[in-house]
């Protein structure tokens, strides 16, 4: 406990400022967000008065925006079972996750061998944040997660994840 309490006082020495500027950013980003800010990248359908589609207004990807209810309980428990097991019981982080991926990647020589993401560190990159592999982009990722928990329930998070993230065809 002694070594890892000096550790951290190293780490909030050398890198303390830089990480509160992180968190700042997160924060910020936090704060601006808006349901809207999940729903950007969608199709448009443009109507005539009468009903009929005029146009169909696409973005790189042809995207419909489902709300919760309309998402089929078997793909929402294929995700949750697939990609974060525990995503109703931490807010945000699953500390544990993110540690083993961290010590693999340390055993790998930083080659990615497995993720410990949550849906909502996941969410946060794929929609505020880049797929740049840093030390920077992950720390905010992780206070971005953390944020968002604050400001969206649970229902919402798993809403605007898999009206986001790419499943190819």
Known sequence: ILLAGC???????????????????????????SEESFKASQTSLVY??????LSVVKSEK?????????????????VLVTEDKKFFN??????LSN?????ALLKNKGE?????????????????LTNEVSVERKVTELFLAAELEKKYTK??????????????N
């Open 48 to 53: 005539a008065e009468d009903g009929s589609i």
């Open 155 to 168: 229902k919402q998070i798993l809403e605007f994840y898999l009206n986001n993230i790419y499943y190819a």
């Open 99 to 103: 540690l083993r991926a961290f010590l």
């Open 90 to 95: 931490h807010e945000g982080i699953d500390y």
């Open 62 to 78: 042809e995207t419909y925006y489902l709300p919760y209810e309309s998402i089929p309980k078997a793909a929402i428990d294929a």
């Open 112 to 128: 990615i061998r497995q993720g410990g993401s949550t849906i909502t560190q996941q969410l946060a990159k794929n929609v505020f």
């Open 7 to 33: 550790f951290c006082l190293l780490l909030y020495f050398k890198y303390g400022k830089q990480i509160l500027n992180l968190k700042k950013t997160a924060e910020t980003i936090a704060r601006s967000s």
